[in-house]
């Protein structure tokens, strides 16, 4: 079956740096695009960033532009999320998806494989 695992979760300073890491199973990885999604406390999950399994184009929520990172290793079927100058508000718990339809990459509804999840804890 289709497993998505993350890591690299944790505590980071207001300005440090957090990389997270999804590794995926069960699946054609390369073929699929990859999203990050997060759910902060009391909050809906909300998309983060999505990278294409063909062309790899990257698409980020305009909260995170400049400073988190997504790319991806099709050898190693991994996704990652460089997330650099974290502040507080990228508090949540992290997952990465992925669907292989393509197109409205911020809609949690177009994915079909969820991770469990990392927590990321940005402490000023």
């Known amino acids: 079956q289709v497993q998505l695992v993350e890591s690299g979760g944790g505590v980071a300073q207001v300005g440090g740096s957090l990389t997270l890491s999804c590794v995926a199973s069960?699946?054609?990885?390369?073929?699929?695009?990859m999203g990050w999604f997060r759910q902060g406390p009391g909050k809906e999950r909300e998309f983060v960033a999505a990278?294409?399994?063909?062309?790899?184009?990257?698409i980020y929520d305009q909260s995170v532009i400049g400073r988190f990172t997504i790319s991806r290793d099709n050898a190693k079927n991994t996704v990652y999320l460089q997330m650099n100058n974290l502040k507080p508000e990228d508090t949540a718990v992290y997952f990465c998806?992925?669907?292989?339809?393509?197109?409205?990459?911020?809609?949690?509804?177009?994915?079909?494989?969820w991770g469990q999840g990392t927590q990321v804890t940005v402490s000023s």
């Open positions: 998806a992925a669907q292989s339809r393509g197109g409205h990459y911020f809609r949690r509804d177009m994915y079909d494989y």
């Open positions: 069960g699946l054609t990885f390369s073929n699929y695009h």
């Open positions: 990278m294409t399994g063909t062309n790899e184009n990257r």
